[in-house]
């Protein structure tokens, strides 16, 4: 079958479309013939290499330890294990697996699911890594409720796109922060406000918001506790920009406050300065 591979990290021209052989299922994993494979940002860190933290978290030291790039994946299930209940060859499927930009990729089932019938296969794989992250950030960390005001930073982003969507439809009240040539995007699927962050600066202090999510990655912390309302929560997505060792991730590591579990708020990780919960995804 054919493949996009690379033997080592560093920019697209490491990658190479090869000959290579089709996987053999595991009796827990299912075949799948890949009809479309989704490209995030992730995609990008995983060929480079970089920031150096990818490599140090398990990816690979001097190469990707995953040859075959590629997570999102949406297509048709070829084969299945011998422990495998839950699909059925020719079951139309999307999810997360490794190693997507191929013909055919061995999958996890529970990292899988049906592919709604309204969507195409091109679409059905631009939503798991960055529909899951967003789902995350604002259900399961952000703890977003009915009638929260939120603040979706990078919303016309492939991960903010789909929160500010999520936030909505969980009942919040959503605004959307992108640049001048994104605010008709961000309105489309659903901000209730949009703010041109070239020219307005959200976080002056002036306007507060309960939940804060962070998919931008370029701000400080100092900057983001301004945007949040006294008992409010930020949830950072990622990072970009920063150093070659840790990238955007280092507001996470180098400046990550002392926490303590807080009765009142039900987290475990919140900011005694301004008593605002400050949580990671």
Known sequence: MNAVVQDTCGSP?????????????????????????????????LMTGLPYLV?????????????????????????????????????????VCDGSFAEYV????????PKPANLTFEQAAAVPISGLTALQALRDTGKVQLGQTVLII??????????????????AKVTGVCSTTKLDLVRSIGADEV????????????????????????????QLRRALAPRGTLVIVGGEGGGRWLGGFDRMILR?????????SGCARWSPRNEARTCWC
């Open 13 to 45: 021209d490491v990658l190479e479309l090869r000959e290579i052989d089709e996987p053999v299922v595991g009796d827990d994993q299912v075949l799948v013939q890949v009809r479309a494979a989704g490209v995030d940002p992730g995609v990008w860190h």
């Open 55 to 95: 490599r140090v978290v398990g990816y690979g030291l001097r190469k990707p330890k995953v040859g075959i790039r590629g997570r999102d994946v949406a297509g048709r299930v070829e084969v299945v294990g011998a422990n495998v209940t839950r699909f059925r060859p020719g079951d139309e499927v999307f999810g």
């Open 106 to 113: 061995c999958a996890r089932p529970d990292k899988l699911a």
């Open 154 to 171: 990078g919303a016309a982003g492939g991960v903010g796109s789909f929160a500010v969507q999520l936030a909505k439809a969980f009942g």
């Open 195 to 222: 703010i041109d962050y070239t020219r307005e600066d959200f976080s002056d202090g002036a306007r507060h918001w309960d939940l804060v999510v962070d998919t931008a990655g370029r701000r400080s912390l100092s």
């Open 256 to 264: 990550r406050p002392r926490c303590q579990r807080s009765r009142a």
